[in-house]
């Protein structure tokens, strides 16, 4: 997004942060977020009011938040504290897929109504949503993949190198797919889902060849990629080939893009909210001059934190220093790069990496006195695994703050009771697996859940499951789902609302119970992100 877009958009999560302190503090929730030494602000109104509100940090010749939204769309305090239209909290399992059920088809008929389909040769779909599938290869089938009853789907994840972790989210999301296959499969004719599991170790050159290698050999009815390094290097060739890029597991800002890329849909939290969220937080509570130093993946992944932040920090009055670190994703200690941050001696440290390096940078930030020295750090939503990031880092974990994009964390004890998170957790022990590893639960709940509504949907609509209903499914698809805290909505919108989730909580770790606990309200700023024509070296 332009830097004009970045500020306005920050404007209006600055309004969303303060909304959900206010409204923590009224109902007597959980205490807005407190620093970890006694000399720093908070976020109650008191503090925010010692702080310049967001209406007086914009230039002159800026918009307000207001002016920046449409007459018709809720404020940003409206959005931070509105309820699902239903809540997802029920006694049983098949009371939950009874209640997703109704809401498939009110999706299926608001497509019906709205007449959208392929029309002489043109996708035609919500809010402007549209593919040219003249564009298409000249062998291409609106139905490949789905063979003999069977729907291929093709999955590239890294299951060795420095962030296999995340390739646990491909078993869990197996075990979902074991489920539904054994409960009536996808569609009236109950199709059987084949996943198939390639291993890339997270590099970029390995995705190229193993998509290659699917489109050849499976013919998958669609791809989901992980990685955004891995994404941009297959997102061409999926695009031109017309075959799906659907659910990839990558917040880059970059895959909200329906009007240059359609085939490719991302899912969770973009990078760019998040890079803004930690913005507008420092600004709402720290003084002027604040100092940050930021540990970043050097790769797209990481460069999308940072040139999201950087740009938010350059036109902030209270961001002063920003001490930039980057390393090696293969890098096997971190060591020397948290070295030279801590010799930063910054006000707030951010984590933006993944995998672990995670585990790293905590370990290292406790070691450095980190931990000790700086009023805030961050941990990146991408690691917020509480098995995976949080518990091996010990107690150099105690205390992060995270924006978590609102995803549950299956092993956290204050879900203990969550009708889905329990019986997920049966499901993946009786599959075989660990409930205790968070990433299971990723793949079953946060991303496995995602892609069998679509498929569902896709299925009930005229034509049956084709390539591009799956299409208008997603860009269609607005539901609860049940691994999002409640209030965090899970929409898209054709053309004019590209990312499911644009709302988080603010959460801190607290390690003698291995939970994060929520600080304020939940942030819900939906529909609100702005498309991102992505532009390699320039961004949006």
């Known amino acids: 997004m332009s830097k004009r877009s970045v500020r306005v958009f920050a404007m209006l999560l600055a309004l969303a942060l303060l909304a959900a302190a206010c409204g923590s503090d009224s109902d007597g929730d959980t205490a807005a977020a407190t620093t970890a030494d006694d000399t720093s602000a908070d976020t109650s109104t008191d503090a925010a009011a010692e702080e310049p509100t967001a209406e007086e940090a914009m230039a002159d010749d800026e918009p307000t938040a207001e002016e920046a939204m449409a007459d018709d769309e809720p404020t940003a305090e409206e959005t931070a504290s509105a309820e699902p239209a239903d809540d997802v909290a029920a006694g049983s399992i098949e009371e939950l897929e009874a209640m997703w059920a109704e809401q498939r088809q009110v999706i299926i008929d608001e497509i019906i109504a709205g007449g959208y389909g392929v029309q002489d040769g043109v996708l035609v779909g919500p809010a402007g949503y549209t593919i040219d599938l003249s564009k298409c290869p000249a062998d291409w089938s609106d139905t490949s993949g789905i063979v003999d009853g069977v729907i291929n789907i093709g999955h590239t994840t890294a299951q060795s190198g420095a962030l296999a972790a995340y390739g646990n989210i491909a078993l869990g999301w197996g075990a979902y797919i074991d489920y539904i296959n054994a409960n009536g499969g996808i569609g009236p004719d109950g199709l059987q889902i084949n996943l198939v599991v390639k291993d890339d170790a997270y590099v970029a050159t390995q995705t190229q060849e193993l998509v290659a290698e699917l489109l050849q050999s499976e013919e998958p009815f669609y791809i989901s990629t992980l990685g955004s390094p891995n994404t941009f290097a297959t997102q061409g060739t999926l695009n031109d080939a017309c075959v799906p890029q659907a659910f990839v597991m990558t917040g880059h800002q970059a895959w909200g893009d329906p009007v240059n890329h359609p085939w490719t849909s991302g899912l969770q939290m973009s990078y760019a909210t998040e890079a803004l969220l930690w913005g507008a937080w420092i600004e709402d509570n720290m003084p002027a001059g604040t100092t940050v130093g930021a540990l970043v993946m050097d790769n797209d992944f990481g460069l999308a934190y940072e040139q999201g932040f950087v740009d938010f920090a350059e036109q902030s009055d209270i961001i002063g220093d920003v001490q930039i670190v980057r390393h090696d994703p293969a890098a096997a200690t971190l060591t020397n790069e948290i070295t030279t941050i801590a010799a930063g001696n910054p006000d707030v440290f951010i984590s933006m990496t993944a995998g ?58 204050q879900y203990a009771d969550d009708t889905w998170i329990s019986w997920m957790n049966s499901q993946i022990d009786a599959a075989g697996l660990d409930s205790g590893v968070s990433a299971y639960a990723t793949g079953f709940g946060l991303f496995g859940w995602a892609n069998i509504q679509a498929l569902l949907i896709a299925a009930e609509l005229p034509g049956g499951l084709t390539r591009t209903n799956l299409e208008l499914a997603i860009h269609s698809l607005h539901m609860n789902h049940p691994s999002l805290i409640e209030g965090i909505t899970f929409a898209m919108n054709g053309n004019e609302d590209a990312y499911f989730v644009e709302g988080s909580d603010l959460s801190r770790f607290d390690n003698a119970n291995q939970s994060w606990i929520l600080e304020g309200g939940i942030i819900d700023l939906n529909g609100q992100s702005p498309l991102c024509p992505w532009v390699a070296g320039e961004g949006c």
Do not use: H, Y
Not at 397 to 409: E, P, V, Y
């Open 356 to 413: 672990n390096p995670c585990v790293l940078a905590m370990q290292e930030a406790g070691r450095a006195g980190l931990t000790d020295s700086a009023t805030a750090l961050f941990q990146p939503s991408v690691c917020k695994a509480v098995s995976d990031f949080m518990a091996p880092s010990g107690d150099a974990a105690d205390g992060w703050l995270i924006f978590g994009g609102g995803a549950k964390d299956n092993t956290d004890p």
